[in-house]
């Protein structure tokens, strides 16, 4: 079966027909996990095990707020090989280098299903190469609080690192020494998951700002650490310094002014990449010269925005995650930092709308573009697995405008193309792109090429851009994979927008 | 048709099945209205009529955060009078005595369906004379925004009275002359009507903390004055003086610390009676003493919760609507003051769970209570229509436990009695009595009875309680009404509770 972008989707799966096809749908939602009636502090993760009766083919979920320095997934996968376990299927919000453990238990049949918005590093590699056994699914961040929420995702235990977990069972990522900020992808599966553990390495007799609730959690399970402080947030979040890059940030700024998106009340986001991020110190000169003040920055925070917050340049900040250090020292403190669940942040159905569906821009970045501006951020040319939406795709779709920031050239490859490798964003919800050779502007918004008219900025049609990188790298040949579909990539919505197929030797 | 408390339930309403029933299924969800083109801005309601199409049978929404000062409500129901419109629904969050001009369109057939969580004036006194076309629908405040977020309650237009509007169409409630604080009732209406029309008497260039968002807003109406600020917020929020009520709030505030609600870290609620707030200075006291924090207080917001932030010993307020002016002022200025949706607050199906469920006590009032521990709020014992559930139901069945206060007998009338004359409330949902007589505790709570032995309160089964009355009052005979059904009392699920019949002449 082909989808709405001309793309395979496997057998037992939904079809992308389009962003809007199914939010404009009744949704259904299951109710969210009873109250436990008492909440059980256990020492021992075998003993945890056996409480709750893990037993194979069940599914386990994790969140990825310690990000390369988690070491839960690995304990609770462990775990599992110890106990021989079969089939199971893991679940964590993403994946990262330091879950390279989890190779052999994949390749043992121990972990057969992997459900994830972000893999890469040693299990995204076994995945391309076909060792798990089933077809992994590739989520986006709101897409996976709308897979818990509405039943697609059914958790049968989630184990959700918390750095500080009081007696009552309430969790905060804001206090701890392995402080990782705000908690908000663990908030659907604490929610939602049959029966919820709590991993942590500090209990307190309370903690200040309870991001998961007590009242959910079955066990907490003390361990001597969950993570390693080093891996679970950069100091700080490193800007990029390349003038080809910052050329691109004060491009996409002067275009911002001049599409009218920097009106007093603008609401906006950044992705974690370093062009993405570097936008942020020219929008913030121009706010201070116009005296322009924000109305919110959502999604990953970043020391950048706190400033901006604590300088009254920025009303609220709403957290889904924390990518520095100022970022969770800031979430402790200051009340108008908010946390917001995943839900919150990204799901299509969340009621009256996530906070993505507010932004008035988001600028985002790409491995891949092609000429119907549709945007591959999951993997390479060569089709090897290096990243996943996350956030990509909720935002795009959600912003009033979505600029997309690249190098035309990276790695001596041209970065625009006929026909990405893989569709991770459907170009319907990308408006703009900005590299250093030029911008291109979906015809879709003419109301865009209209207002950029005289502006100075180089607007080219996306066509040219492509002639532009070909001309300095020459056309790529890349061979189509005829490999077996190793990992299909959903939509926010659940609909699969294209597969991956394994990657050869 | 009976429902589980053996109330008779209309044809073509659900029956109650207890609390949890429906809660415990999936739940549908209609997507909310997709953002607008373009807010047009209009200084004529008759032009907002004619743009909208207004016409025989539709449905027409309000808030009622201006209270018993507002103009709204009035203003539209008398266009719609002037141009002889017919067979409309009117479904304000909540009526006010002020609204008596809504009475004739009543007896014209202008207004033949009525939907709202709570009415008092006459306009209730119409509706229980049986002048009312169709039966009244009376709703809790979770569970009208779940009506409206399931596609139960389909709105045509909304006209939500706003302090002030920017040029984009963003409202708030805390600013402009109208102030009248959180707007978290109008938030449904304005994400799921058809259409929505802001009503305001200031525009400005810009809001500080926009509560409706512009996107969603078709036409913005600007009229010289939305409501009188004299009825719209009290200055100050009355305690009871009455020294029988002081005593009444002592011994609950003595109760919750002796079955440890009164922990650090806890959550309260307390309903806007005058006794129910008299419990807050006794509970600061406790907390002081010993040193505790809240973690939030929600719902209705008065000055001494604004009191309590400031002075941190609640960390976080969590504001549906405010009740007086400094907790308007509060919501302006302080960003630990939030703001939340009648959803968020108090919906069932609020993902993962609506604020009340979070509440570790709520203190609420009572017209009736009866030996199952039936609450009525929505009639007096003569079956007269004088209030509603409001947040009655939700949070009582959210919090952890729900403290009824109230004087065993008012207006020489036992407030105890075998058979409440109206259901609001279910007796499942309701923990503990007190009044100045005795403590009642409900037999399903063992864990509090035993708290309370040895506590030098005066605990007492309920049957006593009745009997205490009994002897001060007489047994009052209320002659059962036969009349026609009026109103329907809808629980939070929107299952019919009990039913509200014609009183005699």
């Known amino acids: 079966m082909k989808n709405d972008l001309g793309r395979d989707v496997p057998e037992g799966f939904r079809p992308f027909r389009g962003a809007d096809a199914s939010t404009t749908e009744p949704h259904r939602l299951i109710p969210a996990k009873p109250a436990v009636e008492k909440t059980v502090f256990s020492v021992s993760l075998s003993d945890v095990f056996d409480r709750l009766g893990i037993r194979d083919g069940m599914t386990l979920s994790f969140h990825h707020h310690l990000r390369d320095g988690d070491f839960v997934i690995n304990m609770v996968g462990a775990e599992c090989a110890r106990r021989g376990l079969k089939d199971l299927t893991f679940a964590p919000s993403s994946v990262f280098p330091c879950h390279a453990p989890l190779v052999p238990l994949i390749e043992s049949g121990t972990i057969t299903g992997l459900v994830t918005n972000y893999m890469n590093g040693p299990v995204a590699d076994a995945v391309a190469a076909g060792k798990l056994k089933r077809i992994a699914i590739m989520d986006t961040h709101g897409g996976r609080a709308r897979a818990i929420e509405s039943g697609d995702l059914p958790i049968d235990v989630a184990f959700l690192a918390v750095p500080r977990v009081d007696r009552q ?69 490193r800007l990029t310094r390349d003038p080809v890059g910052l050329k691109i940030a004060r491009d996409t700024a002067t275009l911002l002014l001049r599409i009218g998106a920097l009106r007093d009340g603008f609401s906006m986001q950044t992705g974690a990449g370093g062009t993405s991020l570097a936008v942020v110190p020219y929008v913030r000169r121009i706010m201070v010269e116009r005296g322009l003040k924000a109305r919110f920055a959502s999604g990953g925070i970043t020391a950048q925005y706190v400033e901006m917050l604590e300088s009254g340049l920025v009303r609220t900040l709403k957290d889904v995650q924390c990518f520095d250090l100022d970022a969770v020292r800031s979430r402790r403190e200051n009340a108008a930092h908010e946390g917001i669940s995943a839900s919150e942040y990204g799901n299509p159905f969340f009621a009256p709308a ?152």
Not at 204 to 222: H, N
Request: overall charge negative; proline content about 5%.
């Open 169 to 237: 069972g309430n969790g905060t990522g804001c206090e701890g020494r392995s402080a990782c900020g705000s908690l908000g992808y663990a908030v659907p599966d604490a929610a939602y998951a049959r029966r919820v553990v709590l991993v942590t390495d500090e209990i307190a007799d309370a903690v200040a700002k309870p991001e998961l609730d007590g009242r959910f959690v079955d066990i907490v399970l003390e361990v001597p650490s969950i993570g390693d402080p080093k891996g679970i947030v950069s100091g700080t979040t």
């Open 354 to 505: 996530p906070v993505v569906d507010l932004l008035d821009f988001v600028i985002l970045g790409a491995t891949e573009i092609d000429l119907g501006f549709n945007v591959n951020v999951t993997t390479d040319s060569l089709g090897r697995i290096i990243g996943g939406s996350g956030g990509h795709a909720d935002t795009a779709h959600g912003a009033k405008t979505t600029i997309v920031t690249t190098n035309l050239v990276k790695a001596r490859l041209p970065i625009v193309m006929e026909r990405v490798t893989t569709v991770t964003t459907p170009g319907e919800d990308v408006d703009v792109i900005v590299t250093e050779r030029g911008i291109a502007v979906n015809p879709k918004r003419p109301d865009i090429l209209a207002r950029l008219e005289g502006s100075g900025l180089n607007v080219v049609p996306i066509a040219e851009l492509m002639a532009i990188a070909h001309r300095m790298t020459g056309v790529p040949v890349r061979p189509a994979s005829r490999g077996r579909i190793v990992a299909a990539v959903r939509y926010r919505d659940g609909t699969v927008i294209d597969v991956v197929r394994q990657t050869g030797r």
